[in-house]
């Protein structure tokens, strides 16, 4: 059998390792993980669950350039959904208000884009799947993207970014993001994976019971409501949504779910407080098997999910890379030991 080598960056729970394992299998292949990269303990808790005995490098920045060659080791695929909050609308607002750099000037979190392009110019693996929020795109207009794609197509063929709808791929669940691939050798165009028009609604992803924690207090939908009134008086956002199940998609899940669950709360009738979803319900949302575990708290579990990437957009992305790395022969690929 054929195995693909992989890098996990900024890996979460390895939302990006699941969607590659699967798209592997889809095409009779075979992955392995050489490390992943995740600097939050409860992530990386979460990861070892479900992916015991991968090497672990806690922050990616502790490997400084010159280390890189010996310390990272040789792959075919990097993948990385490098933290969005410099750029997502909510982290800048936050920034902002707090008198924090956003974007590239984050010094924390707005420039591990460079430690992705470090590793990318000196292991040179044949191919990469970068994931982020779709407000990249037009951030400080369009400037960091622009910088981002100059320096990947300095040594990697990289089509123009895509962005995709977790709901035009099967899941239940509006959430845009942008994908961004490269090849070290171009051998003809390559083309983003179709939506694949799957029609699922939000109960496909419920479950039947649950636990009565999840139903929000008098109290909260109180607030929720007032807030909203407010809110709609000051002519901003309208506050918390509630969902019908039989509606086609929720409101992107963010990792900030836990606070108040206002991006999606469950209908449940007339006269009834609406519901939280499960951390159980956010994983399947975002595409995550039945048989993913998660050992953490409520609030840690939550954050998780809601940073994770689709699974369903980034097989169909996973598939198509592997398949351009076939056409093109650059998956000279190892035997498994
Ligand atoms: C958007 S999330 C990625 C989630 C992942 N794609 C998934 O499907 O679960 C970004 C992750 O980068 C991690 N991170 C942030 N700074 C890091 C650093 N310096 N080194 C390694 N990981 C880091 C965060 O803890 C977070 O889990």
């Excluded at 015991?52 to 010159?66: A, F, G």
């Excluded at 319900?281 to 995550?288: A, I, N, T």
């Amino acid at each position: 059998m054929k195995i693909i080598k992989s890098l996990d960056l900024f890996a979460g729970v390895g939302g990006m390792r699941i969607s590659l394992t699967k798209a592997t299998k889809k095409l009779g292949l075979h992955d392995k993980c050489k490390m992943y990269s995740e600097i939050d303990e409860y992530s990386q808790q979460t990861y070892s669950t479900n992916f015991p005995n991968t090497h672990l490098i806690e922050d990616i920045k502790s490997i400084k350039k010159d280390e890189i060659e010996n310390k990272v080791p040789n792959h075919d695929i990097l993948l990385a959904g490098f933290p969005c909050q410099p750029f997502s609308r909510a982290g800048i607002s936050n920034r902002k208000y707090l008198r924090r750099a956003h974007g590239f000037d984050d010094k924390d979190q707005g420039d591990l884009f460079f430690n992705i392009y470090e590793i990318l110019k000196i292991k040179k693996p044949k191919s990469f799947i970068l994931e982020n929020v779709q407000n990249l795109e037009s951030y400080d207009n369009g400037k960091v993207l622009s910088i981002i794609l100059s320096k990947l197509r300095k040594y990697y063929y990289v089509p123009d970014p895509k962005v995709l709808d977790a709901q035009d791929f099967g899941l239940a669940q509006r959430r845009r993001r942008i994908y961004i691939v490269g090849f070290l050798n171009y051998k003809g165009e390559f083309k983003y994976p179709k939506p694949s028009l799957k029609r699922v609604k939000v109960k496909d992803f419920l479950d039947r019971k649950f636990d009565k924690k999840y139903i929000i207090s008098d109290r909260l939908w109180k607030s929720h409501q007032i807030r909203k009134e407010r809110n709609k008086k000051n002519g901003k956002g309208f506050g918390y949504r509630l969902t019908n199940p039989n509606e086609k998609s929720t409101r992107t899940i963010s990792s900030r779910y836990y606070k108040d669950g206002g991006e999606c709360l469950i209908f449940r009738g007339e006269n009834k407080n609406p519901r939280k979803l499960t951390p159980r319900e956010v994983f399947r949302l975002q595409g995550f098997p039945e048989s993913f575990k998660f050992k953490v708290s409520d609030l840690q579990a939550y954050k998780q999910a809601g940073n994770a990437v689709p699974i369903n957009v980034v097989e169909k992305i996973c598939i198509e890379v592997l398949k351009y790395l076939i056409r093109s022969e650059n998956l000279k690929l190892s035997n498994v030991s």
